[in-house]
C-alpha cells in the first residue's frame, strides 16, 4: 500500500515537474524533444527543418516553424499518467514501481515523439491543401486536427499497452502453471 | 443490428474512459486550475471543441465498424436461393 501511495506521489511530481519545465522553458530548453520530432519530421516529408536559436526548428521552403506549443509536452503529461494509471495493478514491491514508472516515461516520451510527429505532418499537408469548409478557419481545422491525432494516439498507445500487459500476465500464468504441474510430479 | 451498435457504442466509451479521462484533464482539468477560464470566451470555445471531438470520434469509430461488419457480412452470406 504504501509503495503505492509513494508510485502515485512521484508520478504527480513528474508530471507536475514536466508541466513546470514546459511552462518555464524556451524553445532550446526543448530541444530533447523538439529536436528527435523536427528530424522525423524531415524524415517523414522531406523537408529541411534548422534550428533557430528561440524559436524553434524552421523550414524556409514550407515557412513552417516547429516551435515550443507543437512539443506535445501535454501529450507526454496524459500520456505517463494514463500508463502509471493503467500499469497500476502490476505493482507489487519497490522493483515493480520503479519499472511501471520507468516504462511509463519511456513509453509516453516516445509515443509523444510519434504521434507529435503524424500531428505536425498532417498539419503541414492540410496548409499545403486548404478544404474549403466555410465554417471552419483554418485555425479550426488545426485544432481539430490535433485533438483527433492525440486522442487517437492516446487510444493506441493505451490498446498496445493492454495488450502486452495481458500477454505478459498470461505468459506468468503459463510459467506459474508449468511450474505447479512439474512441482507435482516431483511430489509424486 | 441497431442494438449491437448502441451496445458496440457503450463498450467503446468503456473502453477509451481512461484515454479520454486523460485527455480531458491534461486538456481541461489543469488550464482551468491554472486560471485559464479567466480569459472568457475563448477558453469556453476551446474546451467546447475539446469536448466534443473526441466523443464524435468514438461514435464515427463504431460506426465505421458496424458498416464494415454488416457488409463483410454481407458479402460472406451468399444471398439464399428460393427451393422452388
Sequence with gaps: ?188 | MKRAFWTNLAHAFRRTALPLAAYYAVTLALPLANGAAASGAAFVRHALVVLAVPPILIVVACGLCAAANSGWSHIQRPPQQSSS
Excluded at chain 1, 78 to 97: P, Q, T
Excluded at chain 1, 103 to 115: H, M
Excluded at chain 1, 122 to 131: D, G, R
Aim: with cysteine; proline share 2%; charged share 15%.
Design chain 1, 1 to 188: 500500500m504504501k509503495t503505492r501511495l509513494a508510485l502515485v506521489a512521484i508520478a504527480i511530481l513528474i508530471a507536475w515537474g514536466l508541466k513546470r519545465h514546459y511552462a518555464d522553458a524556451q524553445p532550446d530548453d526543448l530541444s530533447w524533444i523538439l529536436g528527435p520530432t523536427a528530424r522525423l519530421v524531415s524524415a517523414t516529408t522531406g523537408e529541411a527543418f534548422v534550428m533557430q536559436p528561440g524559436e524553434g526548428y524552421f523550414s524556409r521552403e514550407r515557412l513552417f516553424l516547429i516551435e515550443k506549443s507543437c512539443a506535445g509536452i501535454n501529450f507526454m503529461i496524459a500520456a505517463f499518467a494514463m500508463l502509471v494509471f493503467a500499469l497500476f495493478h502490476r505493482v507489487e514491491s519497490r522493483v515493480d514501481a520503479m519499472r511501471v514508472l520507468g516504462a511509463s516515461l519511456l513509453a509516453s516520451y516516445t509515443a509523444a515523439v510519434l504521434v507529435n510527429t503524424v500531428r505536425i505532418t498532417v498539419a503541414m499537408w492540410l496548409s499545403a491543401h486548404p478544404a474549403t469548409l466555410s465554417s471552419f478557419s483554418a485555425a479550426d481545422v488545426h485544432r481539430i486536427e490535433g485533438i483527433t491525432v492525440y486522442f487517437a494516439g492516446l487510444v493506441l498507445l493505451y490498446e498496445l499497452v493492454q495488450r502486452l500487459d495481458l500477454g505478459t500476465e498470461a505468459r506468468s500464468a503459463k510459467v506459474a502453471s508449468g511450474a505447479g504441474a512439474r512441482s507435482a510430479q516431483v511430489r509424486s
